[in-house]
């Protein structure tokens, strides 16, 4: 008994190891799908069935993006793993590559063979230096084990990849300037179309997804589609991981069947930290719009659920606000960040965004005018979906959406020059 102990605690320590992951039937997918010759149509319509949707904050659906590569096309194609991981508030994929890299090699492996990709890289924010550690360890045990190379397991299918390492550029998780990223060229999104699917690395096709959504698809096609779509429900198929954040008892990353009532999953939490009120919710990651916490509670986790609230899932980065938070000052640093971020490619982003951080810190600091609540809508108006990327979008809506629900603090900021919550003053 105590060896059998001994021997699963030595499996906990090292669960990234191929060892450990083989024992618990990994790889076997990728096997019998080579073995076996699979079609990579009939794999297409298990992901479609499955409803997986995207789980890096756009949530398209993995079936249907992989159905526009043009399989039988002639020369290079790519499969590109975006884990830049860079949305403030979300901690999930630097999980699954520090404790998991295994499954996420399989799944890109199987993508590499469902849409004739021979070649496959990872995107990975250079900071995350533990999880590239276990990540490379992880492709170099593949690789010395015939799971990654020429010629898999008979196969006649070639399949190998890469880790590159990006520097800490947030516009980067942009899928096309990750592309230029990797190309050596400064991180800027590129104009579409064309789309990835037909131009995309070095000009080749090439499919991107996330560490999550490519992690999720060795239990598809083992279990089929239709058991993975059962976990969640219609149009939000599976399990979903949320990194809960902000004012928790205990913040972490929580894995639950899409479509559970916000209330349980801020219960697995601890609840709110130190019994206060919950005053807010940020549910997908900063570029989400803001959620007043009654209406959250009445929330499902699930793409549709927090659509019909006003904001969206996103990556699943729920930062949770409790009643001691001024609305003012959260924003001035949200709206500062994505100053600083703007690759500066796009007009009404470059000038939008600076505009709207300089805005807020006026009136965080006490120096606001009645006019700049209008001024601030009308900015954030201009800028949303007049840009290359969603960058411009992402700056936006937290500040529409504050001013929506939180507009009395603003207001309050500006007659009296001074936080509303316990009428801290203003400092500066």
Same mark, same amino acid.
């Not at 590239?132 to 690789?143: K, N, S, T």
């Not at 005053?279 to 009654?294: D, F, L, N, R």
């Not at 709207?356 to 006019?371: S, T, W, Y």
């Given at each position: ?18 060892a =450990?992951y083989?024992?618990?039937? #990994?790889? @076997? ?6 073995? @076996? ?8 319509d @298990? ?11 756009? #949530? !398209?659906p ?8 043009? %399989? ?5 194609k ?5 884990a /830049? @991981? ?7 994929d ?67 990849l /890469? ?53 999720? =698809? ?9 058991w ?6 219609p149009n ?5 991981? !949320?990194s ?17 009532? !916000?209330?349980? &999953? ?5 609840? =709110? ?21 009654? %209406? ?36 001035a640093?949200?709206?500062? !960040? ?21 805005v ?8 606001? %005018?009645?006019?700049?609540?209008d001024?601030l ?7 949303? #979906?007049?840009?290359?990327?969603? &960058? ?11 001013l929506?629900h939180? %507009?009395?603090?603003f207001?309050?900021h500006?007659?009296?020059g001074?936080c509303?919550?316990?009428a ?5």
């Amino acid at each position: 008994m105590a060896n059998d102990v001994c021997f699963r605690l030595n499996h906990l320590d090292r669960s990234w190891a191929l060892a =450990v992951y083989r024992d618990q039937h #990994g790889y @076997e997918v990728l096997e019998q799908v080579l073995r @076996e010759q699979r079609d990579p149509a009939r794999l297409i319509d @298990e992901l479609k069935t499955s409803a997986l949707r995207g789980r890096g904050g756009a #949530g !398209f659906p993995t079936g249907l993006k992989w159905s526009f590569m043009q %399989r039988g096309a002639p020369g290079q194609k790519y499969i590109v793993c975006n884990a /830049d @991981e860079g949305e403030p508030g979300t901690c999930k994929d630097r999980d699954i590559m520090r404790y998991n890299p295994h499954q996420l090699i399989e799944g890109m492996a199987l993508a590499g063979y469902v849409i004739g990709a021979t070649r496959g890289y990872v995107y990975l924010r250079g900071e995350f230096w533990e999880p590239y550690e276990r990540l490379q360890g992880a492709i170099e045990e593949a690789r010395a084990a015939g799971l990654l190379g020429s010629n898999l397991l008979g196969s006649g299918f070639d399949f190998d990849l /890469d880790i590159h390492l990006g520097a800490g550029a947030y516009i980067c998780g942009e899928e096309t300037a990750l592309l230029e990223s990797i190309e050596g060229k400064k991180g800027q999104p590129r104009y579409k179309p064309p789309f990835p699917a037909s131009y995309g690395l070095y000009g080749r096709p090439t499919t991107i997804n996330n560490v999550e959504t490519l992690a999720s =698809v060795p239990e598809i096609i083992r279990h089929g589609g239709q058991w993975f779509l059962e976990l969640g429900k219609p149009n939000n198929g599976g399990t979903k991981i !949320f990194s809960v954040s902000g004012h928790v008892e205990r913040p972490g990353n929580y894995e639950v069947p899409l479509g559970t009532p !916000f209330a349980e &999953l801020l219960e697995m939490a601890g609840g =709110v930290l130190g019994g206060r009120r919950l005053k807010a919710v940020i549910p997908g990651g900063s570029s989400t719009p803001v959620v007043p916490g009654e %209406r959250m509670m009445e929330v499902t986790m699930d793409y549709d659920g927090i659509a019909k609230a006003g904001s969206m899932l996103g990556a699943g980065s729920v930062i949770v606000i409790d009643e001691t938070v001024c609305m003012v000052r959260l924003l001035a640093r949200l709206s500062h !960040f994505y100053y600083e971020e703007s690759c500066g490619q796009c007009t009404p982003c470059r000038e939008g965004t600076g505009w709207l951080a300089r805005v807020v810190h006026r009136i965080e600091h006490g120096q606001g %005018r009645a006019e700049d609540l209008d001024l601030l809508d009308s900015v954030a108006g201009n800028i949303g #979906g007049r840009t290359i990327c969603a &960058l411009g979008d992402a700056a936006a809506m937290p500040v529409q959406s504050f001013l929506k629900h939180f %507009r009395d603090e603003f207001e309050y900021h500006i007659e009296h020059g001074r936080c509303m919550v316990g009428a801290t003053p203003a400092h500066g």
